[in-house]
């Protein structure tokens, strides 16, 4: 049965792998021990941020699902708080499970409690299987999303 939780310091290493463990991960991550203080200084920045959660999905207490909310305030929809939800990753081995879809649910559900009345991502146009993902749970492509590296 697997267990999801706010991610703590410990779980850093699992979580690196799971976003370096894919064709595009491999590109952008780096799993090297010299990259390591990097991510502990960007978590312990997301950790401190009241409106950031980062979240693990537990197998056997290992690290097999991550993801990041981003809660966000906004002027438009009449102030209306948004959810944001980013590198959502499922150890390959046990994608098609269910597991993904416990993870996004029980990251809405924490949208709905902060009061949020939008939940939005972004995914990569060459993930097909995640758009289809996302989609089934009722996501929608109703926006076209744009990034500038800077």
């Known amino acids: ?3 999801i939780r706010r991610a703590v310091a410990a779980d850093l290493p699992g979580i690196i792998a ?5 064709d595009l991960g491999r590109g952008r991550e780096d799993v090297s021990a ?4 990097h991510y502990a200084t960007a978590f312990a920045a997301i950790e401190h941020d009241a409106n950031q959660v980062p979240v693990v999905l537990l197998l056997g207490g290992a ?3 991550y993801l990041q909310i981003t809660f966000i305030p906004g002027l438009s929809r009449q102030g209306q708080w948004r959810g944001l939800i980013e590198s959502v990753r499922i150890e390959k081995s046990l994608r ?4 993904g879809g416990q993870l996004m649910r029980f990251a809405i559900h924490q949208c709905r ?3 949020c009345g939008l939940v939005q991502l972004t995914t990569d146009k060459r993930r097909l299987d995640a758009r289809r993902f996302y989609e089934q749970l009722g996501f929608l492509a109703s926006h076209e999303g744009m990034k500038l590296e800077v």
Do not use: E, K, S
């Open 96 to 99: 098609g499970q269910g597991l």
């Open 63 to 65: 690290v097999a699902g």
């Open 1 to 3: 049965m697997p267990i």
């Open 34 to 37: 010299d990259a390591f203080p």
């Open 18 to 22: 799971l976003l370096a463990d894919d």
């Open 113 to 115: 409690a902060r009061g």
